[in-house]
C-alpha cells in the first residue's frame, strides 16, 4: 500500500520545525585577515569518539566559501543576553563584526565575547542536502570554563525564548 503524494508547503514545513526549541550558534572562521560568521540554529552532536559535530548551511551563503577555505571553524555557543549577536550574524550585506569583542582560538577561529561556551573544529566532511550543506567538523579545543549563571539563546515559535518561559529551570 503506497501513501498518498503530498505537496508540504515551505511555510507549513518552517511552521511545523518552529515547534522544535533550539539553541542559537554563531559560526565563525577566519580567513585572508578576515574573520568571517553567521547565526545558525541548525547545530547538533554527531559523535563522541572521534568527537564530531555538524552545522548546516544554507548552499547560497556568502560566508560558508570562506570557511570552507579556512578548513576551520569555531561554535560560539550563544548565551540568553546575545539576542543582539544572534540578529547581527544573521543578516546579509553588513558588517556582522561590528562593536563585536572577539579573540582568537587556538586553532585561530574567533571566539565571540560572552558566549555559554565554544568548540574548535577542523571541517571533517561536507555533504549536499537540498538547498543546504551539511557540514561535519572534528572538535579540536573546547571550552571547559563554567558559564554560572548564565542561560542559553533558545529560539521556539519563531522568536527568542528563555528556559523559564518554556517552564523550565
Known amino acids: 500500500m503506497s ?9 507549513s514545513f518552517r511552521q511545523a520545525l518552529g515547534h522544535y526549541a533550539s539553541g542559537i550558534t554563531v559560526i ?5 585577515g578576515e574573520p568571517v560568521g553567521f547565526t545558525c540554529q541548525s547545530f547538533y552532536s554527531v559523535s563522541m569518539s572521534p568527537p564530531l559535530v555538524s ?7 556568502a560566508s560558508y566559501p570562506v570557511i570552507r577555505k579556512a578548513g576551520r ?6 548565551c540568553g543576553e546575545q539576542v543582539r549577536i544572534s540578529n547581527q550574524f544573521a543578516r546579509r550585506g553588513t558588517d556582522k563584526w ?3 569583542q572577539w579573540q582568537a582560538s587556538p586553532l585561530g577561529n574567533p571566539i565571540i565575547a560572552g558566549s555559554l561556551h565554544w568548540l574548535d573544529c577542523e571541517i571533517h566532511a561536507e555533504h ?10 572534528e572538535v579540536k579545543a573546547l571550552n571547559l570554563q563554567e558559564a554560572a549563571g ?9 522568536q527568542y525564548c528563555n528556559l523559564a518561559a518554556m517552564g523550565g529551570v
Do not use: C, R
Not at 28 to 32: F, L, P, V
Not at 55 to 61: G, L, N, R
Open 73 to 78: 571553524f569555531a561554535v560560539n555557543i550563544l
Open 3 to 11: 501513501l498518498p503524494s503530498t505537496v508540504i508547503e515551505p511555510v
Open 55 to 61: 552545522f548546516s548551511v544554507m548552499a547560497s551563503s
Open 128 to 137: 549536499a542536502a537540498g538547498d543546504h550543506l551539511i557540514v561535519i567538523g
Open 150 to 158: 548564565m542561560q542559553p539563546l533558545l529560539y521556539f515559535k519563531g
Open 98 to 100: 561590528h562593536a563585536v
Open 28 to 32: 565563525t572562521s577566519h580567513s585572508d
